[in-house]
């Protein structure tokens, strides 16, 4: 779970990071002009000059990609980043001030600040990594790797992740050719659960975050490679590739380091983490705000259900979020106690095409149900799987799990972000909308995704819901 609160972490870092640079500018300069006798209180361009300080220091240190996952980086290779930035920062901030002849702010105060703020800053990055290091290693924020191939690279990569247990991967088992039952890596044998052919199957029955392509052409053909990486698309799941580069077609590709191993990694949705940290705070933003707001409103509603049949306000059920972890789904309750058990009997009056099931005289509704459900009040406690990070604002709509029993391949996609409150298939006619058109929908948002996209959503989901289109 913590990767998909990677994004809040990595906006409170910086923030953290500016703040602390800014703090140690004005220290350096206050404690450098008490020698001379004379204190010096920032004001004006000093002010401005401190600021400065703070935000081009982290804008060099994102741009050498000291905010990228932590996991397999060396601590060498943090010091080196964060050095690196700093030199970069403090070679700029000299020039302002020899250019613009800022008073206060000399050659020895300068010194004074770096190497006051460097060593905070780097201190901070080598804590947080020997912390996470120490709860990867006891099986903590672990991540499910499936490797295609067994030979050298394959074996070599599976050797690499086993003996570094602190970066929290996990090789499931090899898909090899041959008719291998394992693969032997060092003193551990893994277990291969199926030629690439399997692979779909795969995908589609376990919890797998990443699939690693480890096969050289000798072993396997890269036109059934090639296929594979095509499935992995359609599912949404994270792609790195150890022998040669591939042309995807949906995908955003880059290269990482893994160990020394330069990998390309081709990932769908919103790769970057930039657009993923902004959208978490928005999401963060949103649903406080909202939750501060329908407060009182949520409160009448809890009474309302209380009063008008026996059961929970809540209504609590497991569905599926992003790459098909199953979470507890939160709404108000809007249908008798027992609907869950009376679902069979009205199956066969579904509305809906696909596997989702939608009905809008469902019986099992109660009286203030159906008032909720028509203005979607009943949506309003899902603010609250917002915050835990379970899901977003904007995004597609939840499945249960029995649905995505029985998606298609490339309907598996939409499972590739996390699940939102609204969506496009929300504000473009709801159940008018068969479940194929549906899917393709919600694919369109997650391969256009963009922060002004999000707030149309929002700003037309609005309308929809005074509207009283919810059912």
């Not at 990228?68 to 080196?80: D, H, N």
């Not at 030979?151 to 090899?176: D, K």
């Not at 580069?245 to 380091?257: Q, T, Y």
């Not at 409160?299 to 979470?327: T, W």
Request: hydrophobic residues 45%; contains cysteine.
């Amino acid at each position: 779970m913590l990767r998909e609160r990677a994004a809040a972490i990595s906006l409170a870092t910086i923030l953290t990071d500016v703040f602390i640079i800014i703090g140690c500018f004005v220290a350096s300069v206050y404690i450098h002009s008490l020698r001379d006798g004379h204190p010096v209180l920032l004001y004006s361009a000093e002010s401005l000059l401190a600021v400065l300080s703070g935000v081009l220091v982290t804008i060099c240190m994102y741009h050498n990609e000291v905010y990228q996952s932590m996991r397999t980086k060396g601590y060498m290779t943090l010091v080196r980043e964060v050095g690196v930035s700093y030199l970069q920062a403090f070679g700029i901030v000299t020039i302002v001030i020899f250019l613009f002849k800022v008073r206060g702010v000399g050659a020895n105060a300068m010194l004074l600040y770096f190497f006051c703020s460097a060593p905070v800053v780097l201190f901070r990055r080598l804590s947080a990594k020997a912390v996470l290091s120490e709860l990867r290693t006891k099986g903590y924020n672990f991540r499910y790797i499936l490797v295609v191939g067994s030979g050298r690279e394959a074996v070599n990569f599976a050797g690499l992740i086993e003996g570094y247990q602190s970066w929290g991967l996990r090789v499931m088992g090899f898909l090899a050719e041959g008719g291998k039952r394992s693969v032997a890596v060092g003193d551990s044998e893994y277990p291969v659960i199926g030629s690439i052919e399997k692979l779909d199957e795969r995908l589609r029955t376990r919890t797998i975050d990443e699939v690693v392509f480890a096969a050289t052409e000798e072993e396997m053909p890269w036109d059934k490679v090639r296929h594979a990486m095509y499935i992995c698309e359609e599912y949404g799941v994270r792609v790195l590739i150890l022998p040669k580069f591939f042309d995807m077609r949906l995908s955003s590709i880059r290269v990482e380091e893994l160990g020394g191993l330069q990998m390309v990694t081709f990932e769908t949705g919103n790769a970057r983490l930039s657009h993923r940290m902004v959208k978490r705070v928005m999401d963060i933003s949103v649903s406080l705000a909202a939750l501060a707001v329908s407060g009182p409103v949520m409160a009448v509603i809890a009474l309302l259900i209380k009063l008008d049949s026996p059961g929970p306000v809540l209504f609590h059920q497991k569905r599926c979020g992003m790459n098909g972890r199953v979470f507890d789904f939160l709404k108000f309750r809007s249908m008798r106690a027992d609907a869950e058990k009376r679902k069979r009997e009205i199956e066969t009056l579904n509305e809906m095409s696909g596997p989702a099931f939608k009905m809008k005289d469902d019986p099992r509704i109660t009286r203030i149900g159906k008032w909720i459900r028509k203005y979607s009040l009943d949506e309003l406690p899902q603010l609250i799987n917002v915050l835990k990070g379970d899901m977003s604002i904007v995004g597609p709509r939840p499945p249960l799990p029995s649905e995505v029993e029985r998606y298609e391949r490339w309907q598996r996609r939409r499972l590739s972000v996390r699940p939102g409150i609204t969506c496009l298939w929300q504000v473009s006619g709801r159940n008018n909308i068969d479940f194929d058109d549906w899917v393709k929908l919600d694919l369109k948002y997650i391969d256009n995704w963009s922060l002004k996209l999000d707030l149309q959503l929002i700003l037309r989901t609005i309308p929809t819901v005074f509207k009283g289109t919810g059912m």
